[in-house]
């Protein structure tokens, strides 16, 4: 499924319309609950919220960990000006590259948010592919210890000294469960992972089992959108090739001089590639099919997540 980036039901194909008439259903038999548009990337998720924003008068809230960050803006996919006239979002270019942004964060202001519109008399969508934020959202967060700056730190150095991956194998070892779920790239969760085990001699995948994550905060709807492998590939490329067109590689590379190069976003699909190509490990005629590859990873990851929520799928 893809709805049109023109918004204009008229223009929509059948199965578009059909998407956004059953979400606006569901929302006027249930308008006190919490609606979420979540599904993997590049599937359509803002495409649809700001298509079923502008019906029903709502507001979405951003659950995406690389939009939230200002600066990072071509390789995120943040909502065009078509899309924020649609519908305001928010918690996009909300904090600082180099700002410490993680689940708690996230979820604070998340429900804030949520709380200011509904207090206007608009609906909050929650829309984004970082679940493990929705879903925090949405049953809490598990209670873990705090942070270890200095644990932080010899993690920091040890990805800079031999790689990011260095720190996934060993994640790997100790918490396989947590280390499949999160990309090598991905330093903060994975120092997050690292960093609790050391605390507590246990991994923090048996933290969440401990939580269960079975008690839900708020009645709400998960809507997710299913796209058939061959066209989500299909929609991968032509989003790549685009960024790349647009001055994808220009925008990393102005970062990179402005001193986020160890910004937690420049390890998200897409950015570490291009940031690597920019440092000479990965040619150039690569790194598209590279960020296409990587990103198929990705979304194959996000479905396996999907699987441990409640999920009312379109097609």
Not at 187 to 215: M, N
Not at 237 to 248: F, K, P
Not at 268 to 279: C, D, E, F, K, T
Request: aromatic letters at 6%.
């Amino acid at each position: 499924m893809a709805v049109r980036s023109s918004l204009g039901l008229d223009t929509m194909s059948s199965s578009d319309a059909s998407a956004v008439d059953r979400v606006i259903d569901w929302h006027r038999c249930h308008p006190d609950d919490l609606l979420a548009i979540v599904g993997p990337t590049a599937s359509g998720k803002t495409d649809l919220a700001t298509a079923v924003g502008r019906q029903i008068g709502a507001e979405i809230v951003s659950a995406d960990s690389v939009q939230i960050y200002k600066a990072f803006d071509i390789g995120s996919g943040k909502p065009t000006l078509q899309q924020l006239e649609a519908a305001p979002h928010h918690l996009v270019s909300h904090a600082d590259p180099l700002d410490s942004v993680d689940a708690a964060y996230w979820v604070a202001h998340a429900a804030r948010t949520i709380d200011e519109v509904r207090r206007r008399g608009r609906v909050p969508i929650v829309c984004g592919g970082t679940f493990l934020w929705v879903k925090a959202l949405l049953y809490g967060l598990a209670h873990v210890p705090g942070a270890d700056p200095s644990l932080r730190l010899q993690h920091l150095a040890l990805a800079e000294r031999e790689g990011r991956p260095v720190l996934h194998a060993r994640l790997r070892e100790v918490d396989p469960q947590t280390a499949e779920r999160l990309h090598p790239n991905d330093l903060t969760r994975v120092s997050r992972a690292l960093e609790v085990y050391a605390l507590t001699g246990r991994p923090l995948s048996a933290w969440h089992r401990e939580h269960g994550f079975a008690i839900p905060r708020c009645r709400f709807r998960l809507f997710a959108i299913r796209t058939e492998t061959a066209t989500l590939t299909a929609r991968i490329q032509v989003r790549v090739r685009a960024w790349l067109d647009g001055g994808w590689v220009d925008e990393v590379d102005a970062l990179v001089a402005q001193g986020y190069d160890n910004a937690r976003a420049m390890g998200s699909v897409g950015y570490a590639q291009v940031r690597a190509m920019l440092a000479g490990t990965l040619p150039r005629p690569e790194l598209e099919e590279t960020i296409v590859r990587a990103t198929r990873v990705f979304a194959r990851r996000q479905r396996t997540w999907l699987r441990d929520l409640d999920v009312a799928w379109l097609s």
